[in-house]
T-cell receptor
Framework: GENVEQHPSTLSVQEGDSAVIKCTYS??????FPWYKQELGKGPQLIID?????GEKKDQRIAVTLNKTAKHFSLHITETQPEDSAVYFC???????????FGTGTSLTVIP | EAEVAQSPRYKITEKSQAVAFWCDPI?????LYWYRQILGQGPELLVQ????????DSQLPKDRFSAERLKGVDSTLKIQPAELGDSAMYLC?????????????FGEGSRLTVL
């Protein structure tokens, strides 16, 4: 199966600064790369996703970049706010089936 | 806004007892997933349904876990007997797209504690 590595496991930033989380994967057949935000006691929620035919996607303060050659993709959050504090998971999905492989998560803390 | 419904939200049980979790996906969603999430880790797939059929249950410990989605709508995940290592959050998710990877919608989860 797919091997997804996510770094860092914890990240603390000052409010207003940027945060970057990176994931690497192993299966070159993977073609869908979503990012989920999970708040305490809740299920994960999709915040942004990217498909293999584009290199970057942006939605307000959140962006995702994809390097298919190097098999890594990153989540970028700019102008961080305290409400961005949560656990963030990357996921990788292969074009051979709707199987989502999740990273181990990054606990982001935004310090006011 | 349509949501994936799960119950119970919390369950405390003793080892060797039977436990059941229920999930009602968003109406019209063909694909349903059960994930297990251990504290501090990412969700791990237990079973995936396409309508009423099992697509992938390779990671489901079949000696004690079972899952069904009889009419292709709601689903039940059962553990019998529960073991200490089963303590985790059990997440249900659904997706409406068939054959094309689409957004996964998660429920709030069922947190299981086995004593």
């Amino acid at each position: 199966g797919e091997n997804v590595e996510q770094h860092p496991s914890t990240l603390s930033v000052q409010e207003g600064d940027s945060a970057v989380i990176k994931c690497t994967y192993s299966d070159s057949a993977s073609n869908y790369f979503p990012w989920y935000k999970q708040e305490l006691g809740k299920g994960p929620q999709l915040i942004i996703d990217i498909r293999s035919n584009v290199g970057e996607k942006k939605d307000q303060r959140i962006a995702v970049t994809l390097n298919k050659t190097a098999k890594h993709f990153s989540l970028h959050i700019t102008e961080t706010q305290p409400e961005d504090s949560a656990v963030y998971f990357c996921a990788v999905v292969s074009n051979t089936g709707n199987q989502f492989y999740f990273g181990t998560g990054t606990s982001l803390t935004v310090i006011p | 806004e349509a949501e994936v419904a799960q119950s119970p939200r919390y369950k405390i049980t003793e080892k060797s007892q039977a436990v059941a979790f229920w999930c009602d996906p968003i109406s019209g969603h063909a694909t349903l997933y059960w994930y297990r999430q251990i504290l501090g880790q990412g969700p791990e797939l237990l079973v995936q349904f396409q309508d009423e059929s099992v697509v992938d249950d390779s990671q489901l410990p079949k000696d004690r876990f079972s899952a069904e989605r009889l009419k292709g709508v709601d689903s039940t995940l059962k553990i019998q007997p529960a073991e200490l290592g089963d303590s985790a959050m059990y997440l249900c998710a659904s997706s409406w797209e068939r054959g094309i990877t689409g957004e996964l919608f998660f429920g709030e989860g069922s947190r299981l504690t086995v004593l």
